[in-house]
């Protein structure tokens, strides 16, 4: 395990030195903010609740979803992967006793330490302006198993960028499948509007699938948005089997890739 | 002005022989934009599920306004996307000397080298959006409105390839600011809003600052509510004033240009 804890050491001090980036990314990611509090301010002028859940609560929601795309979210961690395997640069993990998945996730936990943090920063000064309309439920076991769901998240989260980074092996360009994945991650992992807003036989189908574990689950325990203990530990049992199906792909599409992968050169 | 024009066709011509080479691509891409075109459709209809009016928007008016918004930004896509991508890159690479020996207006062929058929495909899509609105709400607009609409949505256009190409241009000034095209996307997120939304500093920033909630609005007002000349102009004046700060932008921007090997 100490080669990994390098790794994370390592990914660290490199994710430090573009924090400028990421704080800009940070800042930006408040304008988003600043159009779902128009936008869904501005519904819930013809209507006193929506889907059950007041202006503060829906606000809430958002936030806590945007804090945590910084903390578990997968950036850009799929181009890193497909330019390592288009360039060559896997090769020296070929001939060394390290394992590539381990090392990738090793960096990307230092990335979303990094960017979790400095996210914080713009957030604590729009605070001021959003203290008001911010409304968390105050059950204790939220605090802990929604820390679980994220961990979980953060699997699935790098689980399918890693997927995405192995389809190098078979093509060449893989930005048209990373963002057509986006919008649909975008939809049915809650991040363009909550998702039990949907109906409800589309709902049930969405908890079934991985996006729903990607960011609103964890996002629902926080806010409230799952009422009750029970549903949560079914969610867990699901988001773990997603867990388990998703590292099982990896590492088939892994080994199927390096069948094709040809190195040249020294 | 003959001679640009052959350049461009010389040029639109090359895309569209490129893309017949690459259609799995070129159906990806399409796929892509259609995507992201159905999110933003889906994010209006599930709201109006469990309310009935957005800012006193009713569903198909804010319908209008989002296919409105997606066409000018379709467009910008299909036109100039590609290009403003890679005039980022290159100047951060050098590879923008390139551009610098052509015998030609500089920005113009580096805005203009290549086109995206997906995009422009896409339009039609977004053409549909709005013509499926106007229907439901039982719109019949003068040929003098749809000719006035179609002029806003060249300005909106105009406006949005600005506001690119300012995002764009800071590359001269910061070569490491990988991914500064993203300011053009988080603001083009306000385009999708009805300008009733916005109060207090909002509405100073985004509806008179910056012109990112006219653009949509004022050919979405027009063809709801027909003519009305404080947004025709207030729109018009924005390209203009927006176009000539670009353009200063970038000659700016190229003055700072030293290339970066031999």
């Known amino acids: ?266 | 002005m003959t001679r640009h024009l052959q350049i461009w066709l010389a040029s639109a011509r090359y895309s569209v022989v490129r893309t017949m080479m690459f259609r799995f691509d070129f159906f990806l891409w399409a796929m892509v934009e259609l995507c992201w075109m159905s999110v933003n459709v889906l994010l209006i209809s599930v709201i109006y599920e469990h309310t009935g009016s957005i800012a006193g928007w009713t569903k198909y008016e804010m319908l209008l306004l989002v296919g409105t918004s997606l066409l000018v930004q379709r467009f910008l896509m299909g036109f100039f996307w590609s290009s403003l991508f890679e005039m980022g890159r290159n100047i951060r690479s050098g590879y923008f000397d390139f551009f610098l020996a052509q015998p030609g207006n500089i920005l113009f062929m580096a805005s203009t080298r290549k086109l995206d058929p997906d995009g422009l495909m896409n339009s039609f899509v977004a053409m549909g959006v709005v013509a499926y609105a106007a229907h439901k709400l039982g719109l019949h607009p003068s040929a003098f409105d749809l000719a006035l609409y179609a002029l806003m949505i060249f300005s909106g256009l105009v406006i949005h390839y600005s506001m690119l190409l300012i995002s764009i241009s800071l590359a001269f000034w910061m070569t490491s600011a990988q991914g500064v095209e993203g300011i053009y996307f988080t603001l083009s997120e306000f385009s999708r809003l009805p300008r009733e939304a916005f109060r207090g500093i909002a509405s100073l920033v985004f509806v008179w600052l910056l012109p990112v909630v006219v653009v949509s609005n004022a050919p979405a007002h027009t063809l709801l509510h027909g003519f009305q000349p404080r947004w025709a102009f207030a729109l018009l004046g924005a390209a203009l004033l927006w176009f000539g700060a670009a353009v200063l932008v970038f000659h700016r921007g190229l003055r700072r240009y030293a290339s970066a090997s031999s």
């Open chain 1, 1 to 266: 395990m100490n080669k990994y804890r390098h790794a994370f050491l390592i990914g660290l001090q490199s994710n430090l030195v573009y924090r400028w980036n990421f704080a800009v990314r940070g800042f930006f990611s408040m304008f988003h903010l600043a159009v779902v509090f128009i936008l869904w301010g501005a519904a819930y002028t013809g209507a006193s609740d929506i889907g059950g859940f007041s202006f503060g609560q829906t606000l809430t929601y958002f936030l806590v979803m945007l804090v945590l795309q910084f903390f578990v979210g997968a950036f850009n961690e799929d181009y890193q992967i497909s330019e390592e395997i288009r360039n060559g640069l896997i090769n020296q993990f070929l001939l060394k006793p390290i394992n590539y998945f381990l090392y990738r996730f090793s960096i990307f936990l230092a990335a979303r330490m990094v960017t979790g943090a400095l996210v914080l920063i713009p957030l604590v000064c729009a605070m001021p302006l959003l203290h008001s309309y911010l409304s968390l439920p105050h059950d204790l076991w939220r605090l802990p198993l929604g820390l679980v769901a994220m961990a979980g998240s953060a699997l699935i989260q790098f689980s399918i960028a890693y997927c995405f980074g192995m389809l190098t092996f078979w093509f060449l360009e893989i930005q048209g499948f990373v963002i057509l994945s986006m919008a649909i991650e975008s939809v049915l992992g809650g991040q363009m509007f909550p998702l039990d807003l949907l109906p409800g036989w589309i709902y049930r189908i969405a908890q079934f699938l991985p996006f729903y574990y990607q960011t609103y689950f964890p996002a629902a325990i926080f806010t409230g948005r799952i009422h009750e203990i029970g549903q949560v530990g079914q969610g867990l049992a699901v988001q773990l089997f997603w867990v388990v199906v998703l590292l099982g792909v990896n590492q088939l599409l892994w080994r199927r890739g390096l069948r094709r992968h040809t190195a040249v050169g020294g």
